[in-house]
């Protein structure tokens, strides 16, 4: 069983920057592909970016070079660093945990953060 404590989010104006932080608890954490997730009102729920246990990074077209995705397999903790917010970056952001199939596939998620982009 994991369980993810996202942290972070809030209010900033257009071309700002954000840092989330999801902390972890639970086993075997440094095996888990980790990512972030984000849902808009009115729209399905979407990857932001992963990373792998050997550091991976995967990133959707609309945040690459904007955002960094990052973890500390020693604190349990996975980050995304957010910068040149934009309107379309508003949304709730979601912390994830995926077990590997070699340990039986399962998605962890976290209770989200609400990310506000606006002037």
């Known amino acids: 069983q994991v369980q993810l404590v996202e942290s972070g989010g809030g209010l900033v104006q257009p071309g700002g920057s954000l840092r989330l932080s999801c902390a972890a608890s639970g086993t075997n954490f440094a095996l888990y592909i980790m990512g972030w997730y984000r849902q808009a009102p009115g729209k399905q729920r979407e990857l932001v970016a992963s990373?792998?246990?050997?550091?991976?990074?995967n990133y959707a077209d609309s945040v690459k070079g904007r955002f960094t995705i990052s973890r500390d397999n020693a604190k349990n903790t996975v980050a995304l660093q957010m910068n040149s917010l934009n309107a379309e970056d508003t949304a709730v952001y979601y912390c994830?945990?995926?077990?590997?199939?070699?340990?039986?596939?399962?998605?962890?998620w976290g209770q989200g953060t609400q990310v506000t982009v606006s002037s």
């Open positions: 990373i792998t246990s050997g550091g991976d990074t």
């Open positions: 994830n945990a995926r077990r590997p199939l070699s340990l039986g596939s399962k998605d962890y």
